[in-house]
């Protein structure tokens, strides 16, 4: 039987729309661009600009690290209502057994943070790995060991543990991120795709994402470029990626889930940065491209 162009468009638009409906992206932006405003302004205004939820950053020096956090802050967050998905720390697998020892710890605290402010859906804890990439053939086994213990913790904790490769990093691309998270294999254990990374290694898009993506709690966006070689982050719709792509592949592979907007440290350096303006200039690009794609933003 012969089957007429029409009859074959008409069943590609089909397969698209169902893959729109099952599609959804809710868009979140962490307090780590947010470090000179209080916790409870910082949400206020990524909640004002329209995001759909907020991170808190977990480091020493921030307004949101834990012991920042009293029992009445925790409950003030709360109350909100508002989404926390997600919050961020900074670890390092390669490090002294002293420091190791004081991350497992420090990922109890995260646990018990998350557990306070989100009894019902604690967030997920997310972190980058350490390392440089020429001495990943002679770390990986030591990385996978050491990440093991952290998932053995989150798994004790009842946390998620979110890992993500990252640009000069020793884990910096999907192939090595995966090759972690096979040798742990725990339930506590996910990857974060970040592209502004891949991008700078040349990495194809659509295909890091087949790659990767089934493998992530969630993505996070940035943009980038290299500066006299060495990696400059910017702000989404600064540099060149295509967002418009990345979210029509995000529509064909179903998927759902946050995403997260990540202010880099090197753009709060910068003499006259301004937090608010910045998660603005983030959402207003982002936001008329994911409904373009359909990809709803569900509460």
């Given at each position: 039987m012969r089957i007429s162009r029409r009859t074959l468009l008409a069943g590609a638009a089909a397969k698209l729309t169902a893959a729109s409906k099952n599609a959804s992206v809710r868009l979140s932006l962490g307090t780590y661009g947010m470090q000179s405003l209080p916790v409870d302004q910082a949400i206020q205004e990524i909640r004002r600009i329209g995001y759909d939820g907020a991170e808190l950053c977990l480091m020493a020096g921030w307004p949101s690290e834990p012991s920042k956090l009293d029992a009445a802050a925790r409950k003030q967050i709360r109350t909100t209502g508002f989404p926390i998905p997600s919050m961020i720390e900074n670890f390092n697998l390669l490090v002294s057994d002293d420091a190791h020892r004081a991350t497992l710890e420090r990922i109890r605290v995260a646990a018990a943070l998350a557990h306070d402010i989100a009894p019902k859906s604690p967030p997920v804890l997310q972190s980058v790995l350490g390392g440089r990439p020429t001495e990943w053939e002679q770390v990986k086994g030591r990385m996978a060991e050491r990440l093991a213990d952290w998932a053995r913790v989150a798994v004790e904790s009842r946390i998620l543990l979110t890992v993500k490769s990252h640009v000069g990093s020793a884990s910096d691309t999907p192939e090595k991120l995966i090759w972690l998270l096979d040798k742990v294999n725990s339930p506590s254990l996910k990857g974060i795709y970040d592209y502004g990374h891949f991008e700078l290694l040349g990495i194809d898009?659509?295909?890091?994402?087949?790659?990767?993506?089934?493998?992530?709690?969630f993505v996070t966006v940035k943009d980038g470029k290299r500066v006299n070689g060495a990696p400059q982050f910017l702000l989404p719709g600064e540099g060149t990626i295509d967002y418009k792509r990345y979210c029509a592949k995000l529509r064909e592979m179903s998927w759902s889930g946050w995403m997260l907007?990540?202010?880099?440290?090197?753009?709060?350096v910068i003499p006259g940065y301004e937090p608010i303006q910045a998660a603005r200039k983030s959402y207003a690009h982002l936001a008329p491209i994911l409904n373009a794609a359909g990809?709803?933003?569900?509460s």
């Open positions: 898009l659509e295909k890091s994402l087949e790659l990767l993506l089934p493998r992530c709690n907007v990540e202010i880099s440290r090197q753009l709060q990809l709803r933003r569900s």
